[in-house]
């Protein structure tokens, strides 16, 4: 008893010297002080500038936070962790009212409190054990950062029962991250993962003082660099970490949770002296769900490293600790009696995990462990350690591999037959990973680009090709026609445009006048080898330039193909249209009222005005039937 008694001695005479420490006063912060991110003052400092309070850097921004002057990087306490890093305009003022307020430019965000006393603050004070603090009126601490720690303590500073440091999410990165350590009020230290609920079952490493519960009141870290427990007079209760190094007052301890759940100890020295004094646990691969959701922790080199379980891929590949997940879809197998058919088996040797199987049994062989997992349905995962098998479903969240060689842990997986080949040595690999997926999805989305671009490119020049063609065939038939003639059924029913040489080919150079209207003169003309005659009016005019002919003319079908014989009348009708003798026109057999409404209809078209003349539809009407055929006036002798 006599060595504990000696530890305990040495430990409040250590108490004794960091009393008269604390008690160095640093000079007042007063009311209506300001610091600010990019220009003086920017910090706070303590009374011999180890340490520093105000705006340190982050990502593209500022947090408030203290620090160790001798690293930057040494971020030892986070105001509000959680809120994003602020602009470079932004203001951190003790007002004068006795708050201490974050100020931002943003119009979106509010002023925000940085510490929220019970009561106004009179002034503050930054210390050399890293505590910044305020005070009233009567010179008593309001609020201090020792009283909320986010994943450190230093030297001077009391984890208190109920309290907890929790890790950031990264190095770069103050935010909370996914790991606590808990003064318990049993008098236990615990580390959990946050996400836990603080259940026993889920910790990965314990203090083991919960037999000292009544007694213990928090865990101090002292300037000698010991964790100690102590009670709720600050005397020690037992030590977490000893050390027989004699204080040095140049010497800082800082004890943090690490983003990867390990608690450490450190002394720091001088701007570049830093060294590792303790650790728990031991092992970065006992701490639960450091590799994140279907991933196993093993080291290589003594450094820890994940792993995805077979079947899966990493979630981001960049994160090694985001967890996997399958690579292919979990078929189902209901309706089955085994699941056999769907699925192969494959097995990893000193595998294992703690989380809660939903059947476990006892086993002779550990073939039989494999066959019970391969039968069940519901089984994706067993495991068959020292004659005991675990069948359990996906994710699992605390795999790792043992290092020992002596272990005997066996564990099967389920691996689709769809998306599995075997290699030469009969294992069971994946034959698509999600990074070759990615790179073949990327293949697959330029070939489909490629064969795109391809197609539309051939479609155009297709379309090109088939348009000229067509538009040199129809250029071909319009030639053809022009010196046939064979429009067809509709071609009289339609409008037509002529160029002037064709007008003046038609009438041989305006050569025949028929006779004069009050648009001018009117030419006879023929087209197609004559077999349709037209009349031609030329309007004419010269432009301004004298070069080009600008010309509207009309022109007049006189009769139907097939109704050509019409135009023969001309010069046949009198001024009395009784002396027209039917008879010796024609022969008896025609149809003599078919006749009449024909010479009709032909003397309708001969007509001097064009108004008068019916259209080519009205023609083929009257001709017909369809409608009756009225008298027509006698044409004048100018037409005939």
């Known amino acids: ?75 030892v306490w986070t105001a509000n962790r959680n809120d994003p890093p602020v602009s470079s305009n932004s203001t951190l003022t003790l007002t004068m009212d006795g708050q201490l307020i974050l100020r931002t430019t943003d119009r979106q965000s509010k002023d925000k409190i940085i510490a929220k006393s019970s009561e106004p603050a009179s002034f503050a004070r930054m210390f050399d054990s890293g505590n910044f603090a305020l005070y009233n009126h009567r010179s008593q601490i309001i609020w201090s950062s020792f009283n909320f720690p986010t994943d450190t303590i230093l ?26 350590v808990r003064m318990q009020g049993d008098g236990n230290l615990v580390s959990y993962p946050t996400n836990t609920g603080y259940d026993e079952t889920e910790a990965y490493w314990a203090s ?52 990867d759940g390990i608690f450490r100890l450190y002394s720091h020295y001088g701007e570049s002296n830093t060294s590792l004094k303790w650790r728990e646990p031991e092992e970065a691969c006992l701490v639960k769900t450091f590799c994140g959701w279907n991933s196993y922790c093993t080291l290589y080199d003594d450094q820890p490293g994940c792993r995805c379980l077979p079947g899966t891929d990493f979630v981001d590949p960049d994160e090694m600790n985001s967890g996997c997940e399958r690579y292919y879809i979990e078929e189902t197998c209901a309706g089955m009696n085994t699941s056999t058919e769907l699925y192969n088996l494959t097995s990893m040797e000193r595998i294992t995990w703690d989380d809660y199987p939903y059947f476990q049994a006892e086993m002779d062989k550990v073939e039989d462990c494999g066959k019970s997992c391969s039968e069940d349905c519901n089984c994706d995962v067993a ?66 680009l490629v064969m795109t671009v391809s197609f539309i490119t051939c479609s155009c020049i297709f379309l090109g090709m088939s348009g000229f063609f067509v538009f040199k065939y129809r250029v071909a038939k319009y030639k053809w026609l022009l010196e046939t003639g064979n429009f067809g059924s509709t071609d009289e029913l339609t409008m037509r445009s002529f160029s002037y040489n064709e007008l003046k080919k038609a009438t041989k150079g305006f050569k ?45 079908v006189i009769g139907r193909i097939h109704h050509k014989n019409l135009v023969r009348l001309l010069g046949y009708c009198a ?8 008879n010796k026109l024609v022969r008896d057999e025609v149809d003599k009222k078919i006749l009449e409404n024909m010479l009709k209809v032909g003397l309708w078209c001969v007509q001097d005005e064009p108004a008068l003349r019916p259209s080519m539809k ?16 006698c044409p004048t002798s100018s037409s005939g």
């Open 575 to 582: 001024a009395d249209s009784k002396r027209l003798l039917l």
């Open 512 to 556: 025949e006048e028929l006779g004069r209207g009050s648009f001018g003169a009117v030419y006879k003309g023929s087209f197609y080898k004559g077999e349709k005659l037209v009349a031609v009016k030329r309007l004419e005019k010269m432009m301004n330039d004298g070069s080009e002919r600008e010309f509207h003319a009309e022109m007049q």
């Open 618 to 633: 009205s023609v083929v009407m009257m001709l017909e039937g369809i409608t009756d055929v009225s008298i027509p006036p």
């Open 155 to 180: 030297g001077g500073q009391t984890l208190y029962t109920g309290k907890e440091l929790i890790s950031s999410v990264s190095e770069t990165n103050s935010s909370t991250g996914r790991f606590c």
């Open 1 to 75: 008893m006599a060595a504990p008694a000696c530890i305990v001695s040495l430990l409040l005479l250590t108490m004794m010297f960091e009393a008269s420490a604390t008690n160095i006063k640093s000079k007042p912060i007063q009311l209506g002080s300001s610091l600010f991110p990019h220009k003086e003052p920017t910090s706070w400092l303590s009374p011999s500038g180890s340490f520093a309070f105000g705006f340190y850097k982050q990502g593209g921004g500022f947090l408030v936070g203290t620090w160790l002057t001798a690293s930057a990087d040494i971020i």
């Open 383 to 448: 495991l068959y350690k020292e004659g005991i098998c675990k069948k359990q479903k996906l994710p699992l969240r605390t795999a790792r591999r043992d290092q020992g060689e002596q272990s005997s842990a066996i564990a099967f997986f389920k691996l689709s037959k769809r998306n599995i080949t075997s290699d030469a040595g009969g294992n069971f690999v994946p034959d698509l990973p999600k990074a070759a997926k990615v790179a073949t999805s990327k293949k697959t989305i330029v070939l489909i």
């Open 208 to 259: 083991g003082s919960y037999s000292d519960g009544h007694l213990v009141h928090g865990l101090y870290l002292n300037y000698k660099g010991e964790l100690v427990f102590v009670n709720n007079k600050s005397e020690p209760v037992r030590a977490l970490h000893s050390d027989s190094s004699p204080y040095n007052s140049s010497i800082i301890y800082q004890a943090t949770l690490g983003h």
